[in-house]
């Protein structure tokens, strides 16, 4: 486990971020120009091996590379040293999206649309480049330091596109909304198959007066069994909810959110 001030060729380790049961996520800055932050990926090369895992993250690192967007997280060296890989990533310094919804009831609605345009667009960003991220959720979405942006991460599960697999991320999309402006998850329930017929006839509930008309309009579009009717990333975009919510986007505060 690597310790604060250990280094890791020009990197000295500030601290902890996260670990599991593939390795642990660091804080270092450069050791010579200490302002410059970034986070590491410690991944064991047994895990790997053990796990047969080298196929998939041979294509997290090759998808990760080849993605160059404002809302993905960047990765710009892999190292490799004694028993251990190294993908050194962008460092997000807000934490993730389940955190911040943990936080709060609900996200606003203006905040809502203002980060659910950017994964949308993080996504769309992928799709042209033939990529579709497979594992959307509010943990893989991290919020920058001032609240203003989100960046998409964690592409293990990603695969070259198709549209079965580009209908899961619009699917996920919807799941994603649904959870940012209601709190939590549009199914649940204790017994297993009772949650798989739930998922599997997309039934959920949006309590009334919880949301707007047009943000209901929205979930209820893309929440949909029959791929072949959700909408398209560029329907999405034009929906009148994020035309609404869009103009006011000026005069609203992600911080201010909080109080």
Request: aromatic fraction near 6%; include cysteine; proline fraction near 4%.
């Given at each position: 486990m690597a310790k604060v001030?250990?280094?890791?060729?020009?990197y000295t380790v500030v601290r902890m971020l996260g670990n599991g049961s593939s390795g642990e996520v660091v804080l270092v800055h450069e050791t010579e120009h200490p302002e410059h932050l970034f986070a590491i990926k410690i991944i064991s090369l047994k895990y790997i091996h053990r796990n047969h895992l080298s196929t998939q993250i041979k294509r997290e690192i090759s998808v990760m590379k080849s993605l160059h967007h404002d809302n993905i997280v960047r990765l710009y060296r892999v190292l490799k040293g004694g028993t251990k890989l190294y993908l050194v990533c962008e460092y997000v310094s807000g934490g993730d999206l389940y955190d911040k919804i943990a936080n709060l009831p609900s996200l606003p609605e203006p905040l809502a649309c203002k980060y659910f345009v950017q994964i949308v667009k993080a996504i769309q960003?992928?799709?042209?480049?033939?990529?579709?991220?497979?594992?959307?959720?509010?943990?893989?979405?991290?919020?920058?330091?001032?609240?203003?942006?989100?960046?998409?991460?964690?592409?293990?599960?990603?695969?070259?596109?198709?549209?079965?697999?580009?209908?899961?991320?619009?699917?996920s999309l919807g799941i994603l909304l649904y959870v940012m402006l209601m709190g939590y998850l549009p199914f649940d329930d204790d017994l297993h198959e009772a949650l798989r017929i739930k998922i599997k006839h997309a039934k959920f509930v949006i309590p009334r007066d919880t949301v707007s008309v047009e943000a209901e309009d929205l979930i209820r579009s893309i929440i949909i069994v029959d791929p072949t009717k959700?909408?398209?990333?560029?329907?999405?975009?034009?929906?009148?909810?994020?035309?609404?919510?869009?103009?006011?986007?000026?005069?609203?505060?992600?911080?201010?959110?909080?109080?």
């Open positions: 001030g250990d280094t890791i060729e020009s960003h992928c799709h042209d480049n033939g990529i579709t991220h497979r594992d959307l959720k509010p943990e893989n979405c991290m919020v920058t330091d001032d609240g203003e942006k989100i960046k998409v991460t964690d592409f293990g599960l990603s695969n070259i596109t198709s549209q079965k697999y580009g209908d899961i991320d619009i699917w959700r909408p398209s990333l560029e329907q999405i975009l034009a929906h009148k909810w994020i035309a609404d919510n869009s103009a006011s986007d000026d005069e609203f505060s992600p911080r201010e959110s909080a109080h």
